[in-house]
Structures are given as structure tokens and as C-alpha cells.
């Protein structure tokens, strides 16, 4: 009796971090399919509304929580309440961290049409940078979390 109860505990710890492994996977996808959908408003709002960036920002719903707090950060120092325009990094790659620093460094730096030909680079490089991330999401997530069951039914096995 307590060897299968031992047994399952190890599955189901091995299981848990192979959920924590996908769960970061989504979390860096979310993230990144979310700047592609502020890049494409930004665009939107250049070509027909004109309307001033932080209300533009201000008026997205965005899910992910780390790129809610970018857009709050970068809000902050557009309407002159904060001095510094560098966003925090919180779990960020330092490919996409730099990237997004320079998205935000972007805005409002130049005219319509040099900043909509800016834009649209920037969409391409977060649509790639998206499409990767999506990719190990959906390959390596389940396999994660697959893994973790086996291993952990296999150190399980081995306590045995």
C-alpha cells in the first residue's frame, strides 16, 4: 500500500513540473502574441484614429500580466509620471526583452510614415519571435509534461 502511494506521489510531482515547464511555454507565447496585437492597434491608430498613444495603450485588453505591467511602465513615462522609459524584464528572454525596450523606444520618435514603415518591421520581427514560441509551446509543452510523468514513474519505480 505504501509503496503505490509512494509511487504516485513521484508521478505526480514529475507530472507538476512537466506542467510548470508548459506553463512557462504559454506564458512567453502570451506574451509575445499580445505585443503582436499592441503593434497591429499602434499601427491601426497611426493610419485612421490618430489618437495619443497612452489611450491607445491604455484602452487594449491585454491577459498577460508581464506585458500589462510594460504598458503601465511605458504609460507612466509618456504622460510624465515616471523618468525612466526602460520596462521591467520580469521572466523575458533577453532577445525579447531588448526587443520590446526598443518597440517602446520607437514610439513617437519619428513621422507618420517612417513610424508606420518602423512598425510594420517590428511586427515581423514579434511575428517570428511569436511563431517560435508558439512552436515550443505546442511541441514541447505536452511532451513536458509526458516526460515529467515518466520520470517521476520512473524514480517511483527506482524507490521501489
Do not use: H, W
Not at 504609460?75 to 526587443?99: C, H, Y
Not at 513610424?115 to 511575428?127: I, M, V, Y
Not at 509534461?145 to 524507490?159: C, D, H, M, R, T
Request: proline residues 2%; contains cysteine.
Amino acid at each position: 500500500m505504501g509503496s503505490v502511494f509512494l509511487l504516485f506521489v513521484c508521478a505526480a510531482v514529475g507530472t507538476f513540473c512537466g506542467y510548470l515547464i508548459l506553463l512557462s511555454y504559454k506564458r512567453n507565447y502570451s506574451y509575445l502574441d499580445g505585443v503582436c496585437a499592441v503593434i497591429s492597434a499602434l499601427k491601426q491608430n497611426l493610419s485612421y484614429k490618430k489618437d495619443p498613444v497612452p489611450v491607445v495603450l491604455g484602452g487594449l485588453n491585454i491577459s498577460n500580466l508581464q506585458l500589462k505591467k510594460n504598458i503601465q511602465e511605458y504609460i507612466s513615462f509618456a504622460s510624465g509620471q515616471s523618468l525612466g522609459k526602460e520596462v521591467s524584464r520580469g521572466f523575458l528572454p533577453q532577445e525579447t526583452f531588448d526587443s520590446v525596450n526598443e518597440l517602446f523606444d520607437s514610439i513617437g520618435a519619428s513621422d507618420e510614415s517612417t513610424q508606420g514603415a518602423r512598425l510594420d518591421a517590428l511586427l515581423s520581427k514579434f511575428e517570428k519571435l511569436r511563431e517560435a514560441a508558439e512552436n515550443k509551446y505546442k511541441g514541447f509543452g505536452g511532451m513536458a509534461v509526458k516526460l515529467g510523468f515518466l520520470i517521476g514513474l520512473a524514480v517511483g519505480v527506482l524507490a521501489l
